[in-house]
Each structure stands twice: as C-alpha cells, then as structure tokens.
C-alpha cells in the first residue's frame, strides 16, 4: 500500500472528534499525490459528505471551472479540507475540531509536498495566517515557516462558495486564479527570496512579519 493510501486508511477511521458521530462519511481528499498545487478549504458539506468526495456541489463545480482556467484538470491537483468530517448544518468548524484534525492535514502536506499550497476562504487562510484579513491577503503568494511542516508558499483566495452568494467575487476569484501560474514560476525562480511575488505592497501586518520569509 502506498505511503498516502496507508494515512487515508487511517483518516477514514478517525473518530478523535465528536464529528465523526454526526457526519456520514470521512471525507480525506483526492487528486495527484505528487501534485505541484494543494488545495485547501474548510470542510465537507452536504454533497461532499453524502459522496465522501471534497468540493462536489455547485462550489466544487465552479472549483473544476477555475482549474480549468489554469490549464489543469481536478485530477492534476490535490483537493482537501481543513476539517475531514462535516460539521452539523455546515456551521463553522470549532478551534477544538480543527486542532484536532490538524496532524491529518500536515501528514497530507508532508507526503504530498506541494510547490503551492491554495487556501480557499477564511477558515483555511486562519489555520495558517492567523489574524490576519482575508481581503488584505487574498491574491498574495506568501511564504512562511510551519513548524510541522517546513517552508511552504501559500495562495490565499476566497472560497468558491462566496462567489455562489457573492457575484461580484466571481471576477475576483478569476483574476487570482489566473496569477496562479506566475506564482508557480516566481517559486522556482526565487527559491529563497522573500515572498510577495505577485503585488509589490507588504502582505501581512507588521506584527506577523517574523513568520514570513
Ligand atoms: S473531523 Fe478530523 S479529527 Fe474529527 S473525527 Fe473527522 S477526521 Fe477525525
């Protein structure tokens, strides 16, 4: 059995939270396990839950439709979530829900080892860069040191599911998706140059620059 399906094995048994006991399914993620692009977002909602399949309802469909712009297709990337069990009625995941799924993820992250890792909405963005805004960040590549998991580059956008409620956050959510391909190039051009690829402005407050590269 290969290194990742042994954790996705053991994802699927989890029961360290107590949202094991609420959802139907285990939903760990799918895509390349050697993809260059990871990405993130909160957790599995009614469709993921039911087809234990990450971003399957109309998020997920406009998620394929945002690949595709890259010239890549679901299958060439690495789709996950924060959380690996729905919460009840798709409320926000709790500090104690992520904490406890957290070590899935970074195992994820250190078998799959991403060039880039994309961070879908708030809650994602919040695991990584905590406090800071995700309308400030958002369309930034940034770099920063993860003591679990090394140096990673990160892309934060907004999830797909905003633009459903948000029209005007669909042309936004296209435009960053279409730097995504500038920002691959800039990593293996600048390997250990601090990051801000894309915008020339700071991307993170004064006070969390120490976490940055
Ligand atoms: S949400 Fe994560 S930690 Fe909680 S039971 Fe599911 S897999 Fe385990």
């Excluded at 059995?1 to 959802?23: A, F, P, V």
């Excluded at 060439?76 to 979530?81: L, S």
């Excluded at 708030?122 to 003591?147: C, D, N, T, W, Y």
């Excluded at 090394?150 to 892309?155: C, N």
Aim: charged share 30%.
């Amino acid at each position: 059995m290969s290194q990742y399906k042994n954790l996705e094995e053991k994802i699927k048994k989890c029961c360290k939270c107590h949202l094991r006991g609420t959802c139907l399914n285990v939903v760990p993620g799918e895509g390349d396990t050697s993809a260059e692009i990871m990405f993130i977002g909160e957790g599995p909602g009614e469709n993921e839950d039911k087809l234990a399949r990450p971003f399957v309802g109309a998020a997920g469909k406009f998620l394929d439709e945002l690949i595709a712009i890259i010239g890549k297709k679901r299958e060439d990337v690495f789709i996950a979530n924060i959380l690996k069990c729905r919460p009840p009625g798709n409320r926000d995941p709790l500090p104690e829900e992520v904490e406890a799924c957290w070590p899935w993820l970074v195992e994820q992250i250190k078998i799959i080892k991403p060039k880039l890792i994309v961070l879908l909405g708030r809650h994602a963005m919040e695991r990584f860069f905590p406090g800071q805004k995700i309308s400030k960040v958002r369309g930034q590549a940034l770099r920063r040191e993860v003591s679990e998991i090394g140096k990673q580059v990160f892309y934060v956008m907004y999830h797909p599911a905003a633009a459903l409620y948000q029209g005007s956050l669909r042309e936004v959510l296209i435009a960053d998706f279409k730097k995504i391909p500038k920002v691959l190039e800039a990593i293996d051009k600048k390997k250990d140059m601090p990051i801000n690829y894309v915008e020339e402005k700071v991307a993170v407050e004064e006070n969390k620059q120490e976490a940055l590269f």
